[in-house]
């Protein structure tokens, strides 16, 4: 049974005789631990203590038991005053302050520089400031959506609020007035370039106004007043933001209210000159010998949540029927929600949408589901991370967006998401050079090779329609973080050739499964997506007309490709990769990768796209590139020809 959270009505002498004293020890191990590892955020840290103290004292969290499901939870947006997030957690018994102060910055441990979501008692892993609160966002969507009850705090600092994104979030939590949500704001007036009035000025509690929130205000260093607002906010039916005036190093004189000690530890001697001034105990000689020899074991966390839903039934899409894999998409989604929403005993499902559900297709499920659909308007860097951690919390979330919106603009967000172990379904349209006529600017031609970047992101793109809607369907139901990419346009069905389709109502999707869609002994098409793929079958059939044997493989799943598949692709000794993509870092780049590194010698040749494209219709723009069935069949006999 998780505590009440901020239960009683004022705090007692006792609690706050206590709150002093912790507050007193725990800016002697800041500063202990920053200087043992000679880095890191001691004044920003001892600033933002007092507020972790009481946070993290009289929320709805308990150090015995951190995983509760309806525990509140408290987000560090500032998540570079580290120190004093561990500090307050060692010494509340979320785990070893020994571990943590001789651990700290070490490699080898789970004490980051910046908060990891890994620890207990800290619910996300930050440091990219100005995200916290769109993660807060999702968090307190989660919260109501799991009808768990749990509060979301949202610690930042002052100076990130000259980010837009936290616009964004301070918009959404209004339109969806998410009164489980408070922010606390450490208002020391100080970033590391100095006083934020010097280096962006911004009217914060203006700004908090103007986007319908309660704010209320506060000394930062009185646990009283910070346990009253906190309490208070909790309770009074809005978003609410708690502006706590603090001062940088509150505590150590030499310290106090300079910039230098924003990102600067200690030297050994000024660190046992400030525990001198605080009354606390040298002990640097033993904690760095225990740094030395770090031998401590720390609980850490794992996120894997199991996932159902009913799937539904896979729609067939016949051959010449003229689909296109964002309607395909957008009947899959719906499928799995008539299937399961509704159902206690299934997986919440949920899209967030950036003012495009036309163009993504997702339109009716909104119409199906409207409690489960959330616009968040033009506000993409908010949508990605909100849904990262919407995503993260036991809910399976479709974030649907233009390439160029949901994965170039916002690649930092996904990236943190990535770092926060989510379950988001990233579905990207109007990739590549089929966005035709819009030009460059959104012709979303990257985002493999920005992808392959991360290390927990899986990237599905299906040939047609019927590997679309199988594939939807399976990352649904999987576990992981997922980005699915495809054109606008209407595609071929990939068909076999009897002229029936290749995925047809027997093919399940497998993620890292290549499709041999034709055989060819004298060269091989190694291709992904739509009309890639249909690109390279025409190509092939055309060939063979001609007597030139050339085989088709599809891999769907580029960044885990097919290892078998490839083997047998290479012994024909001539290997092309097709791709509507930039033809340095996507599809080619993998498969040279792949032929590099297991010294396979076969002639080989990239075709994709090798500069930004131009307004004209995707046909125009394929040709150009010679990437359309006239320039595959082009290059096939080139490369066979060469000795």
């Given at each position: 049974?998780?505590?009440?959270?901020?239960?009683a009505e004022r705090l007692?002498d006792?609690?706050?005789?206590?709150?002093?004293?912790?507050?007193?020890v725990?800016?002697?191990?800041?500063?202990k631990m920053t200087?043992?590892?000679a880095?890191?955020?001691p004044?920003?840290?001892?600033s933002?203590l007092?507020?972790?103290?009481v946070l993290?004292k009289?929320a709805?969290?308990d150090?015995?038991?951190?995983?509760?499901?309806n525990r509140?939870?408290?987000l560090?947006?500032?998540?570079h005053?580290?120190?004093?997030?561990?500090?307050t957690?060692?010494?509340?018994?979320?785990?070893?302050i020994e571990a943590?102060v001789?651990g700290?910055?070490?490699i080898?441990t789970?004490?980051?520089?910046?908060v990891?979501r890994?620890?207990p008692g800290l619910d996300?892993s930050s440091g990219?400031?100005?995200q916290?609160?769109s993660?807060?966002?999702?968090?307190?969507l989660?919260?109501?959506?799991l009808?768990?009850?749990?509060?979301?705090?949202?610690?930042?600092s002052d100076?990130?609020?000259a980010?837009g994104?936290?616009?964004?979030?301070?918009r959404?939590?209004?339109?969806y007035?998410l009164?489980?949500?408070?922010?606390?704001?450490?208002?020391n007036?100080?970033?590391?370039s100095?006083?934020?009035e010097?280096v962006?000025?911004?009217?914060?509690?203006?700004?908090?106004l103007?986007d319908?929130w309660?704010?209320l205000?506060v000394?930062g260093h009185d646990?009283?007043?910070?346990?009253?607002?906190?309490r208070?906010a909790?309770?009074d039916?809005?978003?609410t933001v708690?502006?706590?005036?603090?001062?940088?190093s509150?505590?150590?004189s030499?310290?106090?209210g300079?910039p230098?000690?924003?990102?600067?530890?200690?030297?050994?001697?000024?660190?046992r000159?400030a525990?001198a001034e605080?009354?606390?105990?040298?002990?640097l000689?033993?904690?760095g010998?225990?740094r030395?020899?770090?031998?401590?074991?720390?609980p850490?966390r794992?996120?894997e949540y199991?996932?159902?839903?009913?799937?539904?039934?896979?729609?067939?899409?016949?051959a010449g029927?003229?689909?296109?894999?964002?309607?395909?998409f957008g009947?899959a989604?719906l499928?799995?929600a008539?299937?399961?929403?509704?159902s206690?005993?299934?997986?919440p499902l949920?899209?967030?949408d950036?003012?495009l559900?036309?163009?993504?297709r997702?339109?009716?499920?909104?119409?199906?589901?409207?409690c489960?659909f959330?616009?968040?308007?033009?506000?993409?860097?908010?949508?990605?991370t909100l849904?990262?951690?919407?995503s993260a919390?036991?809910?399976?979330?479709?974030?649907?967006?233009?390439?160029?919106?949901?994965?170039d603009e916002?690649?930092?967000?996904e990236?943190?998401?990535?770092?926060n172990?989510?379950n988001?379904?990233?579905?990207?349209?109007?990739?590549?050079l089929?966005?035709?006529?819009?030009?460059?600017t959104?012709?979303?031609i990257?985002?493999?090779?920005l992808?392959?970047n991360l290390f927990?992101?899986?990237?599905?793109v299906?040939?047609?329609?019927n590997q679309?809607?199988?594939?939807v369907?399976y990352?649904a139901g999987?576990?992981?973080?997922?980005?699915?990419?495809?054109?606008r346009?209407k595609?071929?069905?990939?068909?076999?050739?009897?002229?029936?389709?290749?995925?047809?109502a027997?093919?399940r999707?497998?993620y890292g499964?290549g499709?041999?869609?034709?055989?060819?002994r004298?060269a091989?098409?190694?291709c992904?997506?739509?009309p890639?793929?249909?690109?390279?079958?025409?190509?092939s059939d055309?060939?063979?007309?001609?007597?030139?044997?050339?085989?088709?493989?599809?891999?769907?799943s580029p960044?885990q490709?097919?290892?078998?598949a490839?083997r047998?692709a290479?012994?024909?000794?001539c290997?092309l990769?097709?791709?509507?993509?930039?033809i340095?870092t996507?599809?080619?780049a993998?498969?040279a990768?792949f032929l590099?590194?297991?010294?396979?010698?076969?002639?080989?040749q990239?075709?994709?796209?090798?500069g930004y494209?131009?307004?004209?219709t995707p046909e125009a723009?394929?040709?150009?590139?010679?990437?359309?069935?006239?320039?595959i069949k082009?290059?096939v006999k080139?490369?066979l020809a060469?000795?």
């Open positions: 049974m998780i505590k009440e959270r901020f239960a007692s006792e609690q706050l005789r206590e709150l002093a004293e912790l507050s007193r725990c800016k002697g191990d800041i500063l200087t043992l590892a880095c890191g955020h004044g920003g840290s001892i933002s007092d507020l972790y103290l993290f009289y709805a969290v150090p015995g038991d951190p995983d509760n499901p509140d939870h408290i560090i947006s500032h998540g005053t580290s120190p004093g997030a561990y500090a957690l060692g010494r509340l018994g979320f785990f070893s943590a001789s700290f910055r070490k080898d789970p004490f980051e520089g910046h990891v890994e620890l996300w990219n400031l100005g916290g609160l993660a807060g966002c999702g968090f307190a989660a919260s109501r959506i009808k768990r009850g749990f509060h979301v705090f949202v610690a930042m100076g990130e609020h980010k994104q936290i616009a964004e979030s301070r959404f939590a209004a339109k007035g009164d489980n949500l408070t922010v606390v704001i450490d208002y007036h100080i970033q590391i100095g006083k934020i010097d962006m000025p911004q009217n914060i509690k203006g700004n908090y103007a319908g309660r704010v205000e000394d646990h009283q007043a910070i346990y009253q607002a906190c208070e909790a309770s039916g809005k978003p708690i502006l706590a005036e603090t001062v940088m509150r505590g150590i030499f310290m106090e300079l230098k000690y924003h990102g600067a530890a200690l030297k050994p001697d000024d660190c000159k525990l605080l009354g606390l105990e040298d002990d000689d033993r904690l010998q225990l030395k020899n770090w031998s401590f074991q720390v850490v794992r996120f199991p996932v159902s839903l009913n799937l539904g039934e896979p729609v067939l899409y016949p029927s003229g689909a296109d894999n964002r309607g395909a009947k989604l499928s799995i008539s299937a399961s929403c509704g206690d005993d299934k997986t949920v899209v967030v950036c003012d559900a036309t163009s993504v997702t339109e009716d499920f909104a119409k199906l589901a409207p489960s959330y616009e968040a308007g033009v506000q993409e860097h908010t949508a990605a849904s990262g951690a919407l919390s036991g809910v399976v979330v479709f974030f649907a967006d233009f390439g160029a919106f949901g994965v916002t690649y930092n967000q990236r943190l998401n990535d770092l172990h989510t988001l379904k990233l579905v990207s349209t109007h990739c590549g089929d966005v035709g006529e819009d030009g460059k959104h012709q979303c990257d985002y493999l090779g992808f392959n927990g992101f899986k990237v599905i299906p040939a047609d329609p679309t809607d199988r594939a369907r990352m999987a576990w992981g973080n997922f980005l699915m990419t495809m054109g346009s595609v071929p069905v990939v068909t076999r050739e009897d002229g029936t389709p290749y995925y047809d027997a093919y999707f497998e499964q499709d041999w869609i034709r055989r060819g004298q091989t098409v190694v992904m997506g739509a890639m793929t249909a690109y390279a079958v025409a190509a055309q060939l063979r007309a001609e007597g030139v044997e050339v085989g088709v493989l599809n891999l769907a960044l490709p097919d290892i078998a490839l047998e290479a012994a024909t000794g290997l990769t097709l791709e509507d993509h930039h340095r996507g599809l080619g993998v498969v990768n590099a590194e297991n010294r396979l010698a076969v002639k080989f990239k075709l994709g796209i090798k494209g131009q307004s004209g723009l394929y040709a150009k590139e010679g990437i359309d069935t006239e320039g082009a290059a080139k490369l060469v000795r």
